[in-house]
């Protein structure tokens, strides 16, 4: 199985995982074989491609750090919220209204605390018009393996994820206009969009009794460890702990996904943004854990080499995510393994690129 992008789909390739439609339905089932119809309604929905099952690559599962059940239930959930809050602002202060997003949360904790060395795909199969819900999914998701990997209990965990999955719930105070702008926002819609921390903080605290620090989450996310951040410009340790994890999950997330104004960056070229900024955007020790966690080419990913050659990445290492082991595709009758990661001689290989065989 390996991951294809959505430019490089083809009739009669295998679906390898459940695909699901708008309303988190069912679209394609796992087993299915792409048609040109079906090849043309993914691409409608802007899927940035889909996992084949081709018998390339050694034989494994991919992870996500939850399962895809769980994951279409927190997407559907919360765009329940959103939804509830843009037709009834007020309606936030009924509690049927939030119970279901403490139900996933608990179960995202859940999930993850079972799986003592879980890891995050960050290869998504998301919608591109559903980005608010599959991103603060993904926020939550990563925020809880960094925190259970951070030592944080049980609870913290729950605080952590319920404040992560309604951190941009601001945003539907905010013009959509600006939100989706396909160009470079001017200073005055910039202001406003970074007014939705501050506004996400005061409507939960307004209108439902959240736990103290996951609200303080919602108000954080976009502090910055060296001051530049907002609403506060809070500096290094007196940003708190939930925020400074909150921050690395969503700036990646962020990152690597399509947005109207530009395409999504690599998964390791997020990585690297975020590793090039411990210590001055984020707290390191978020980092620290943050690359020893997330597969910025996990396994099933078809990719290109500096060398030219082409390969389906079969193994992750520990702290290391961008040089993985790699299973190079060619004719040769014995399978050829690039280790990026522990082979000295191949120190000069880096990969360049997601690609399809």
């Known amino acids: 199985m390996r991951f294809v992008p959505s430019s490089c789909m083809k009739p009669g390739m295998i679906i390898g995982r459940d695909l699901y439609g708008r309303e988190n339905e069912l679209m394609l089932a796992k087993g299915v074989a792409l048609t040109q119809t079906e090849i043309n309604r993914i691409n409608a929905l802007r899927y940035q491609g889909v996992y084949i099952d081709d018998g390339e690559g050694d034989n494994f599962e991919v992870s996500s750090g939850i399962s895809d059940h769980l994951r279409n239930r927190a997407v559907r959930t919360l ?60 926020v939550s998701v990563i925020s809880v393996i960094l925190g259970y990997a951070m030592g ?18 601001g945003k539907v105070f905010v013009p959509k206009e600006f939100l989706n702008k396909p160009s470079k926002l001017t200073l005055e819609e910039f202001e406003a969009v970074k007014a939705h921390s501050r506004a996400g903080s005061d409507y939960l605290r307004e209108h439902w009794d959240i736990p103290y620090m996951s609200n303080v989450t919602v108000l954080t996310h976009h502090e910055k460890f060296d001051g530049s951040g907002y609403p506060n410009k809070l500096i290094g340790e007196k940003i708190p702990n939930f925020g400074r994890i909150a921050a690395v999950a969503d ?107």
């Open 79 to 138: 765009k329940q919220v959103f939804k509830q809050v843009e037709a009834d602002p007020g309606s936030l202060s009924r509690p049927d209204v939030l119970d279901g997003a403490m139900g996933v949360t608990n179960d995202i904790v859940q999930e993850i605390s079972v799986n003592k060395n879980v890891s995050v795909n960050m290869i998504d199969l998301k919608l591109f018009d559903d980005y608010t819900y599959h991103h603060s999914v993904n």
């Open 251 to 357: 700036v990646y997330d962020a990152l690597t996904s399509d947005r109207p104004y530009r395409k999504g960056l690599l998964p390791s070229e997020g990585m690297e943004y975020i590793m090039g900024g411990s210590g001055s955007l984020f707290d390191p020790s978020v980092v620290k854990t943050f690359t020893k966690r997330i597969l910025p080419f996990p396994t099933g990913t078809a990719v290109m080499l500096s060398n030219g050659l082409k390969g389906v990445v079969v193994e992750n290492f520990p702290g290391c995510g961008t040089r993985p082991k790699v299973q190079i595709i060619c004719d040769s009758p014995i399978p050829i393994y690039y280790d990026l990661f522990n082979d000295g001689e191949l120190l000069n290989i880096t990969i360049t690129n997601i690609t399809d065989l």
């Open 152 to 169: 944080l209990s049980k609870n913290d965990l729950y605080k952590l994820g319920l404040g992560t999955l309604l951190h941009d719930i």
